[in-house]
C-alpha cells in the first residue's frame, strides 16, 4: 500500500520542477500560461456571443441589433480562435522544443558527477528508471507542465465560469411563478449551490482515484519497460547480430513476446484499465453528465418561471457546464499531482547526488621542463560498495621523461593504479602526491590535463576524424595530422577524400567510415599525442591483437612519446621489457620492481614465472 502523499510537499516539489524545466526553456511557461488563458476563456466567448444573438430573436427582432451582435460575435469568435491556433502552434513548438531540452538537466548532471559516482551501476539505473517512468505515460518532470496546463486551464475556466453563473442564481422568478418562487429562496440557492460543486468535486475524486492506479502499478511498469527496452530492440543492435544468428538468441527473445507482457493485452496494465481504474474513470465521467442533466433542468424551470429570457439559457447552461467541467477537472488533477510526486522525487534524487571528492584550488603550473614528479604513498583502494581492496598498500615514484611499465595478470590492479592516478576515484587510505604535494589540492581539470590516456576501451565518436583527434571542433590542422601519421594512421588518412573531415561511422551519416578495431586504436594514440600531455598512458589498448603487434606498438610509442613520462601498462610482459622500469602488480599490491633484467634474474618472483608462462606461445 502507498503512503499518503503530503499536499504542501506535492505543491512545493511540482514547483521545483517548473523552476527547472525554466531553467532550460525561459520561454515555455509565459506562452503556455497565455495559450492556457485564451483556452480556458474561449469557451464563454462563444456562449456569450450566441446568447446575445438568441436574446434579440426570442425578444425584440431589431434588424440593426441582431446585425451588430453578428458582426461582433464573428470578429470576437474568429479573433479569439485565430490567436487560440497562434498559440497552440507556438506552445506545441516549445513543448517538443522541451522534450529534448531537459535533457540538458541530466546530462549536466551525469557529466558534472565525481567519476565515482557517475561509474555506480546504480546511479546508471536510476537514470534509466526515470526515463522509463517518462516513456510509459510521461511520469517525471514532464507531467509538471501537464499539470501546470491544466491547473491554470482549470483555475481561469472555473473563475469565469462562477463570475457567468452568478446572475444564474441571482436572477429571481417573479412572484407570479407560482411554487417555482422557491427558486428564490436563499436556502435553494445554498444547496443548489453546494450541490453543484459538491458533485464536481466527488466526480474529480472518482478520476482521481483512477488515475492513482497508475502509482499502484509503477514498479511493474518499470520493470515492463526495462523487458520492452531489452527485448523489443535486440534487433536493432548491430553488435549483437551475430551472435543472436549464430546462437539462435531470436528463440530466446521471441519467448518474451510469447507472454502475456506487461503492456499487452492480457497483461495487468489491460486488466487494470478494466477493472478498477476503468470503473472509477467512468463513475467520474458519468457524475458529470448527471449535473449537466440537473443544470440543464434547473436554468430551464428558472427562465419557465420568468426569472430570465429563452436567449439567455444558452449562455447559463454554458457557463455553468464549463464552470462544473473545471472543477471536475481540477478536483481530478489532484490525482495525477499525488502520483506524479514520489516520480518526481525519483528525479530530484537523481538530479540532487552530491558531489564529495574534495576540489583543491592549487594549479598545476604548466612546467616547460615537463618535471612532474608523482609518488604513490602506502595508497589502498576499494571501489565503492566493493568491500574488496583493489589496491593495498601501493608505494611507487615515477621518474620524470623516463618509460614504466605496470604489469601483471589480469585483474591485480594495473587499470585501477591509472585510475587513481588521474584521479578518476581517490584512495581510502594512503596519499597521491603531484611534486610533493596530495593531488586532492589541486585544481581538478588542471590535474586531470597532465595526463593524456588510452585506455583498453577507449571509445571514438560520430563526429569528423579530426575533431575526434582534437576533443573539439575548432583545432589545429597540421598537428592534427602530424598526431594521425605519428600514430601510424597516416597512410589511411592519404586513401581518405575528405582526409580530417570523414565523418567517422555510419551511425549518424551516410558516408561516413567504419573504421576497424586496429585503425580506431591509431586514431585513439593520436588523440592522446595531440593533447600533448607531460603524462603519456597506455592501459592496453591493444588487448585485441597478438603479442608481437602489441610489442611493436609499444616499441613504437616508445620513440613517438620523446621527452614525455610515458606510462605502458600490459598484462604481456614481453610487450614491455623495454621500459626503463617495470612494476609488477599481483592480487592488488606491487610485488616487484626493477628493470626487465634485474627481474627475469629472481627466479622465485612472479615476473619470472610470468614470463616463462607467457614466453612458451611466442618466442621461438
Ligand atoms: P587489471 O587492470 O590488472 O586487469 P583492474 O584494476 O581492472 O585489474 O581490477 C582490479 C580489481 O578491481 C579486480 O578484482 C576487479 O574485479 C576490481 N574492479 C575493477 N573495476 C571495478 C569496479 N568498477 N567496481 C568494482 N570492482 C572493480
Not at 217 to 228: H, Q
Not at 362 to 377: A, G, I, M
Not at 418 to 437: A, H, S, T, V
Request: charged fraction near 20%; charge should be neutral; include cysteine.
Amino acid at each position: 500500500m502507498k503512503e499518503k502523499v503530503n499536499m504542501r510537499h506535492a505543491v512545493a516539489i511540482h514547483l521545483r520542477g517548473i523552476k527547472e524545466l525554466h531553467k532550460v526553456s525561459p520561454k515555455f511557461f509565459p506562452v503556455l500560461t497565455l495559450h492556457c488563458i485564451v483556452n480556458a476563456v474561449t469557451p464563454y466567448i462563444t456562449v456569450f456571443f450566441s446568447a446575445q444573438i438568441l436574446k434579440e430573436l426570442a425578444s425584440l427582432r431589431r434588424d440593426d441589433i441582431l446585425w451588430k451582435w453578428v458582426v461582433a460575435s464573428v470578429l470576437g469568435v474568429g479573433i479569439v480562435t485565430i490567436l487560440k491556433a497562434v498559440l497552440w502552434r507556438r506552445y506545441q513548438t516549445l513543448l517538443n522544443d522541451l522534450w529534448g531540452r531537459k535533457e540538458i538537466l541530466f546530462i549536466h548532471k551525469m557529466f558534472s558527477l565525481d567519476f565515482s559516482e557517475m561509474d555506480k551501476q546504480s546511479n546508471h539505473d536510476h537514470r534509466i528508471q526515470i526515463r522509463q517512468n517518462e516513456s510509459w505515460s510521461g511520469w517525471g518532470l514532464m507531467k509538471v507542465q501537464e499539470v501546470y496546463e491544466h491547473l491554470v486551464t482549470g483555475v481561469i475556466g472555473m473563475l469565469s465560469g462562477i463570475v457567468l453563473t452568478i446572475s444564474l442564481f441571482a436572477s429571481p422568478v417573479p412572484d407570479t411563478a407560482g411554487w417555482l418562487t422557491v427558486m428564490n429562496h436563499p436556502l435553494f440557492i445554498l444547496i443548489m449551490g453546494i450541490l453543484m460543486v459538491g458533485v464536481s468535486i466527488l466526480a474529480g475524486k472518482f478520476t482521481a482515484a483512477s488515475t492513482k492506479c497508475w502509482s499502484e502499478f509503477a514498479e511493474e511498469a518499470a520493470f515492463g519497460n526495462r523487458l520492452f527496452e531489452h527485448f523489443g530492440f535486440a534487433g536493432t543492435q548491430k553488435e549483437r547480430s551475430i551472435d543472436i544468428r549464430m546462437n539462435d538468441q531470436q528463440r530466446l527473445i521471441s519467448t518474451y513476446w510469447a507472454k502475456d507482457v506487461s503492456f499487452g493485452v492480457m497483461g495487468p496494465f489491460n486488466k487494470m484499465a478494466q477493472g478498477k481504474m476503468g470503473i472509477y474513470a467512468s463513475l467520474g465521467v458519468c457524475i458529470t453528465t448527471i449535473i449537466t442533466g440537473f443544470i440543464y433542468v434547473f436554468t430551464c424551470l428558472k427562465a419557465w418561471g420568468g426569472a430570465f429570457d429563452v436567449g439567455s439559457i444558452t449562455q447559463y447552461v454554458g457557463a455553468a457546464t464549463a464552470m462544473v467541467d473545471n472543477i471536475f477537472a481540477l478536483t481530478g488533477l489532484i490525482g495525477v499531482l499525488e502520483a506524479n510526486t514520489g516520480y518526481l522525487e525519483k528525479t530530484f534524487e537523481f538530479l540532487d547526488i552530491p558531489n564529495t571528492m574534495y576540489q583543491g584550488s592549487l594549479t598545476t603550473e604548466k612546467r616547460s621542463d615537463r618535471r612532474y614528479e608523482v609518488e604513490f604513498r602506502d595508497v589502498s583502494f576499494q571501489y565503492p560498495g566493493s568491500g574488496i581492496w583493489a589496491l593495498r598498500h601501493v608505494n611507487m615514484k615515477f621518474k620524470v621523461g623516463k618509460r614504466l611499465a605496470i604489469v601483471g595478470e589480469n585483474g591485480s590492479g594495473k587499470t585501477t593504479f591509472i585510475k587513481l592516478l588521474c584521479r578518476l576515484y581517490d584512495p581510502q587510505e594512503g596519499q597521491i602526491l603531484l611534486n610533493g604535494i596530495d593531488i586532492r589540492k589541486y585544481r581538478y581539470d588542471d590535474y586531470m590535463n597532465i595526463f593524456s590516456v588510452v585506455f583498453q576501451d577507449f571509445q571514438l565518436i560520430c563526429q569528423p576524424l579530426g575533431a575526434n583527434v582534437a576533443g573539439s571542433m575548432h583545432y589545429d590542422r597540421n598537428r592534427v595530422q602530424k598526431a594521425l601519421v605519428d600514430a601510424g594512421f597516416g597512410e589511411r588518412l592519404a586513401s581518405m577524400e575528405k582526409g580530417l573531415d570523414t565523418m567517422l561511422y555510419k551511425k549518424l551519416s551516410e558516408d561516413g567510415v567504419e573504421v576497424s578495431g586496429g585503425e580506431a586504436q591509431k586514431i585513439a594514440i593520436a588523440r592522446a599525442l595531440y593533447k600533448d600531455a607531460p603524462f603519456i598512458i597506455l592501459d592496453e589498448p591493444t588487448a585485441a591483437l597478438d603479442p608481437i603487434a602489441e610489442a611493436e606498438i609499444y616499441g613504437k610509442f616508445d620513440k613517438i612519446a620523446g621527452d614525455k613520462t610515458a606510462i605502458y601498462i600490459s598484462h604481456r610482459l614481453s610487450s614491455c621489457k623495454f621500459c626503463d622500469e617495470i612494476v609488477v602488480f599481483h592480487e592488488g599490491k606491487v610485488t616487484q620492481q626493477g628493470t626487465h633484467t634485474s627481474l627475469v634474474a629472481d627466479t622465485k618472483g612472479k615476473y619470472f614465472q610470468l614470463w616463462n608462462a607467457q614466453a612458451q606461445y611466442y618466442t621461438e
